[in-house]
């Protein structure tokens, strides 16, 4: 995404641009928590994706909740046992996610789904209202605000 750099803004999901260093940085909220995980910086928007892809697997599994959804949804996910992955620390799945994405960064990557671009509402709720969110980080939450 050689334009997106430029602009520092992605369409895909848990990346944001940061100004300082200009590298992109992925970031998950820890399940049931107020915590972040924050993986590092990366070269691309992509490979920040990558990152945060594997932060869902590593906490979710293959069964994400309803408003979260893979960035690239057909790329092999981290080679974790279910039984090990349920016992993982954030520092591991840190790790875990960092290696993930600087190990597929030489692969050839297919676009992310559009589904993926418009953000986590796009098909949850069918003909419903499409969700606005306007805090700092579109990427972090999806609020219906008109419920």
Known sequence: MAGAAG???SELTGVRFRQR??????????PCTRDKV??????????AALAYDALLFCFYGENLPR???????TVPR??????????LNTA?????????????RA????????AARAGPS???????PVAIYHGRNPNEMDIDLNQ
């Open 7 to 9: 602009h520092g803004r």
């Open 21 to 30: 260093g200009g590298r992109w940085a992925a970031e998950i909220r820890v």
């Open 38 to 47: 924050w993986v590092g910086a990366f070269d691309t928007d992509r490979e």
């Open 67 to 73: 408003n979260r959804r893979f960035n690239f949804p």
């Open 78 to 87: 981290p080679d974790i046992p279910e039984d090990v992955r349920a016992h």
């Open 92 to 104: 591991n799945i840190k790790d875990i996610a960092k290696k993930h994405a600087l190990g597929l």
């Open 107 to 114: 692969n050839p990557l297919p676009p992310p789904p559009a």
């Open 122 to 128: 796009a098909n949850a709720g069918g003909n419903g």
